[in-house]
């Protein structure tokens, strides 16, 4: 019998977060103490399109970034052949939510970075899903119609950043202070979390501190409620896995049974 898979929402960090001895050994283990999953779907903060849209089965990593070493745009991540789950995930949608499915585009660093991490055999399928609204609602629905996948083994995971504010950043160390509206905006939303107050959550933009300097967009917060909708109940707490700061952001991490 298939373990039911948690869900997941995670900070999933820029390149050098593979460089990064602290984070990394927090991903890598938090995958060891997880059942074993048979296919991983994923929702990045990197791919904002509507309607849903699914990833090619099998194709080269989108290297969606700029400044960073070299190194990093040769890297490859080449994973089994994810055809039927994008097939099962493209009959669970209704009629009225057509899903598209992208003949060329493969995985981005919110996918693939992380996941190198936490999977480097790259011995398990990975299905990207785009991230089509920002409105927790629907996001939430999407995440309930998913949660089926969980019984049949496959992670879901939702990939963002808890806190985000890149323009205002004024210092690029892993270890540099964490900003005022950082510490704020992760301090709320970890209360929220703990309580399981979804309402809370969902009208961030009333109820959170820090904005809109944590989130001057939004993507990197979003991809939670997928991680909520897919829990057996949303509004149960769940389980925060990762917490502190990298560059001064949030890398508050959830799982969700």
Do not use: C, N
Not at 100 to 125: F, N, T
Request: aromatic share 10%; net charge negative.
């Amino acid at each position: 019998m298939t373990d039911r898979m948690p869900a997941l929402y995670i900070g999933h960090g820029a390149p050098p977060l593979l460089d990064d001895p602290t984070w990394s050994g927090q991903l890598a283990a938090w995958a060891q103490d997880l059942p074993r999953p048979r296919a991983i779907l994923i929702v990045s903060a990197h791919w904002e399109s509507a309607p849903v849209m699914l990833s090619a089965s099998r194709a080269p990593l989108v290297y969606d970034f700029g400044g960073f070493d070299p190194k990093y745009y040769r890297m490859t991540y080449d994973t089994p052949d994810a055809t039927a789950l994008a097939e099962r995930v493209a009959a669970m949608m209704p009629a009225s939510e057509p899903v598209h499915r992208h003949g060329s585009r493969g995985l981005d660093h919110g996918a693939w970075v992380p996941l190198r991490i936490m999977y480097p055999e790259a011995d398990v399928p990975v299905l990207q899903m785009s991230l089509p609204t920002h409105d927790p609602v629907r996001l939430l629905a999407l995440g309930e119609r998913l949660r089926p996948l969980r019984d049949e083994g496959v992670l879901i995971i939702g990939s963002g950043f808890l806190t985000h504010g890149l323009p205002f950043l004024t210092e690029w160390r892993i270890d540099a202070a964490v900003p005022g509206w950082s510490h704020d905006f992760d301090a709320w939303a970890a209360d929220a979390l703990a309580r399981g107050d979804v309402d809370a959550l969902a009208d961030y933009r009333g109820r959170a501190p820090g904005l809109p300097y944590a989130h001057p967009t939004v993507e990197h917060y979003t991809p939670l409620f997928v991680t909520l909708g897919a829990a057996t109940d949303p509004e149960s707490p769940g389980l925060q896995v990762i917490d502190g700061f990298w560059m001064g952001l949030s890398k508050r991490s959830l799982q969700v049974a």
